[in-house]
């Protein structure tokens, strides 16, 4: 158990309509990132947190937004849902960004929310 | 941005076999980690290993940074081993590797 917390971890809906997928990070982490993997695909980064605040972009669509709460929990808005939005999307967290003090940079990643779009 | 490159793409090992994972990058990084996907989708931490060596059990992991390049090593595999290894680096944000999926056949 990596300590972060997904929810849910199924979900399946129709095109067009809007879900979000919840994380809640390891306790004492304050960043924050977001992933998409599409079947038999890597890892593509979409967004990154840092105490509420964006600190990176990916390739994040503009039909999916994502915020870093007070409480460090994250949600990541995905609307408009077209069947090529399904995909393990992933959560991940870290102490800090590794830069100014090594090994904060870690990342610990949930174990995903799949969804289906059809 | 920074690029990732992973070989060998694929991987089909006897158990018991030795193997040799390799991640290359193409800037300096502050961030590097080895993860092992398994077949139910989870990613597990392996290695955060910017610089050095470490080992853990079977499996040991080397990176020398200033010719960015890691190297994961597995020893006397096990089917249990398959799945895909995924490479990740970054300065504040982690871009992965496409991987190794390996298969370990008993």
């Known amino acids: 158990d990596s300590g972060v917390t997904q929810t849910p971890k199924h979900l399946i809906t129709a095109t067009g309509q809007r879900v979000t997928l919840r994380c809640s990070p390891r306790s004492g982490d304050l960043s924050v990132y977001w992933y998409q993997q599409s079947l038999d695909q890597g890892l593509q980064f979409l967004i990154q947190y840092y105490n509420g605040e964006e600190r990176a972009k990916g390739n994040i669509l503009e039909r999916f937004s994502a915020q870093q709460f007070p409480d460090l929990h994250s949600e990541l808005n995905l609307s408009s849902l077209e069947l090529g939005d399904s995909a393990l999307y992933f959560c991940?967290?870290?102490?800090?960004?590794?830069?100014?003090?090594?090994?904060?940079?870690?990342?610990?990643f949930g174990e995903g929310s799949r969804l289906t779009v059809l | 941005g920074i690029q990732v490159e992973q070989s060998p793409p694929d991987l089909i090992l006897q158990e018991g076999a030795n193997s040799t994972l390799r991640c290359n990058f193409s800037d300096s990084v502050n961030n590097l980690q080895w993860f092992h996907q398994n077949p139910w989708g989870q990613l597990i931490n392996l290695f955060y290993?910017?610089?050095g060596t470490k080992q853990n059990g079977r499996l040991s992991a080397t990176t020398v940074a200033t010719e960015r390049y890691s190297l994961l090593y597995i020893s006397s595999s096990q089917t249990t081993d398959s799945g895909v290894y995924f490479c990740a680096v970054g300065t504040y944000k982690y871009i992965f590797g496409t991987g190794t999926r390996l298969k370990v056949l008993a």
């Open positions: 290993i910017p610089s």
């Open positions: 991940a967290s870290s102490l800090g960004l590794g830069r100014l003090v090594p090994g904060t940079g870690e990342l610990f």
